[in-house]
Each structure stands twice: as C-alpha cells, then as structure tokens.
C-alpha cells in the first residue's frame, strides 16, 4: 500500500495470546492473568469512580497513583511513571531515548514485544541468545546499545537473575537497561535497588498479574528523577483514564489482600511443579506466575496443544526454535490446575 511506511507493511504485528470468544467457558491459562479476582476495595472504588464524573478528563500527572506507588517501594513520587500498561512505558522508553537507526538490545527467548517495538521505531535489532540454564547471562557484544531489555524473570522460560548479576550488565552497558518486571512479585528477589545503584537502569512494573488488574492496563516505570522527567515529555496526556487510576492506587494499598492472594499462586505454582514431574515431563523451575514445560518433541508439544484446546484448555504454545518442544502453563486455580493436570495424563 502506497500510503504505508514500508518497514510498518513488512511488519509481523504481536500475536497476544489466543482469547475466548464473550461467554465462551474455557480454563484459560495462556496470559499469565491472576486466577483471582482483584481486591474488594478495588472493585467498590471502581464503582465510586463510575459517576458522571467520567465526564471530566482524568488527572494527567496521575499524582495519587504516584504518590500511592512511592510510598510502597520507597521512592519519590518524581522517580515514578505511570502509563496504560507496560506496554506504553516499553514505547515511551522508545520515543524518548532512541532514533531513528539507533540499535537496541534484549534476550532469546524473551517478551517478543521488544522486536516488534524496535521494528516499529525503524531500529536496528540485537537478539542475544539466553540460557534457562546459566546462572551469569552473556554479555552483549554491543555495549553502546541505545537500550538494552531484560526480562527478569524470564518470560516464557520462568528463571530470574539475581540483582548482583543484573548489575554486571548494567555496568557493561553505555545505554540504558530496562529490567522489565512484570513478574517480579511471584520471584524471590528483584532488582529495585539498582535505581540507587546505577545511572542507567529503568524498572518497568505492571498490576496486570500480581494485582489481577490486567482488564484495565496499568503500567510503572521507575528510575532516577532525571530520566522520568524527560519520559515524561512525550507520554500522551491523558494516558490513564479515571478508573485505572483510583482501582490501581487502592490495589497497591491493600497489601494484605494482595500477599494473600500472592502465596495462594505461589503454592498452586508448587503443585503444578510436582504435578508435571509425576508426568514425567521437564518442567523448568520458575519465579513468575507459569511453568514453560518441555516435551520429548516439538511434535509432542504441538499435539498435547492441540488436544487441551478441543477440551477448552488453553495454553501457550510458541510455534519458534527452541521453544516449540515446549508448553507454557499460566497458574490457575487449584480447580483448574487438577483438571488440566487430569488431561494432560489422558493425552499423554
């Protein structure tokens, strides 16, 4: 088409994962969304907020949302930016610290998003293949990198780096370090520290998973003063409605609801562990809310695919080399897990 920029009609767009149709009763376990509801006192505050209020424009500084989210991870309202899920803050960090041309980085296998990003902001891409198995990630070869993306914990493998090994790489890159942590609440550790450690580190946070909250798209980055502010220049106005705004500061107040609901997935992730080694199967350890397990053939996974999906069972398959022998498997309920544990037995 004569209209379109040629790199956007060339463009493999994302492929989110496979959503049922309105009604349709399926166990999903293919989006890493939280198999509980969010808090009581979200679902009240949403209803306050759902007034003819809405026909005033939202708070575009989202001042209580930061001053909210300060207060929890010990930070100033300054280092913290608000966006429409991680996904805006992944292409704010784009528009704001990259060019046309400039080079980024990220890990193999990783959040696919990133390449799609890069592409999309006419970028050069530098794909660094990644192991579940090593405990020091390779260093990219590159280090003038404009921005390099970490997805830690790794998502769709599950493993997680330490903040010390983290911090290797941050000093080995002259750009900027995005620690995506989108699934850092179900992880033993997370990387907030380096904010004050090192210059050039971005943490990026969503509520979508651990505050069940995934409905209403909201995303944090935090990092030094200095780098939100210019961030801040270009993100779009009335980038969060009224309602995302008030459901995620109270979200984030009630810790209590959210540690409960936080080691119910915790124990179920045990169970689906155990679960999947009395099958036999290789299920990687992980720290996020899912299990990548591997099958003996990428056919093997394909078909066990294929036959959890007649029986209304979802999950994520990814038809790429090193990962096609393999399925990953978001937490669920303890229902829902015997009873995809139950089928999986059957098909295999």
Not at 44 to 64: F, V
Not at 207 to 227: C, D, H, Q
């Amino acid at each position: 088409m004569r209209f379109v920029k040629e790199h956007i009609e060339k463009l493999t767009a994302y492929q989110p994962g496979l959503q049922p149709r309105e009604g349709e009763r399926v166990i999903k376990l293919n989006t890493n969304e939280n198999p509980y509801p969010p808090s009581p006192w979200v679902l009240e505050s949403i209803r306050d907020e759902a007034s003819e209020a809405l026909r005033y424009y939202s708070d575009p500084q989202t001042r209580r949302l930061r001053e909210t989210a300060a207060d929890l991870y010990g930070f100033s309202p300054e280092q913290i930016l608000c966006g429409n899920g991680s996904d805006e803050i992944l292409g704010i960090l784009l528009r704001t610290f990259t060019t046309r041309g400039d080079s980024i980085g990220y890990y193999v296998p990783s959040y696919s998003y990133y390449a799609t990003l890069g592409t999309i902001h006419a970028l050069h891409l530098h794909p660094t293949p990644v192991s579940d198995r090593q405990e020091q990630p390779p260093l990219p070869h590159n280090p003038n990198l404009a921005l390099f993306f970490l997805t830690n914990p790794n998502s769709p493998l599950g493993f997680s780096f330490r903040p010390h090994t983290v911090m290797k790489l941050a000093e080995h890159m002259n750009g900027i370090l995005v620690v995506d942590e989108a699934y850092a609440d179900f992880a033993r550790w997370n990387c907030l520290s380096l904010i004050r450690e090192v210059p050039n580190v971005v943490i990026t946070r969503t509520l979508s998973k651990s505050y069940s909250l995934a409905g209403l798209r909201v995303g944090l980055a935090l990092a030094r003063e200095e780098m939100i502010r210019q961030m801040d220049k270009v993100r779009d106005h009335y980038n969060m409605n009224r309602i995302a705004q008030k459901a995620a500061s109270v979200a984030l107040r009630d810790q209590k609801f959210f540690e409960e609901n936080r080691k119910r997935v915790l124990r179920t992730r045990d169970r689906l562990f155990e679960g999947l080694r009395e099958l036999r199967l290789d299920p990687l350890p992980s720290e996020a809310n899912f299990i990548f397990v591997r099958f003996p053939s990428s056919q093997a996974a394909a078909t066990v695919y294929a036959g959890l999906l007649q029986q209304g069972i979802l999950v994520r398959y990814f038809d790429q080399q090193g990962l096609d022998n393999g399925l990953r498997i978001s937490i669920g309920t303890n229902r829902e897990t015997e009873r995809f544990l139950a089928a999986l037995q059957a098909l295999l």
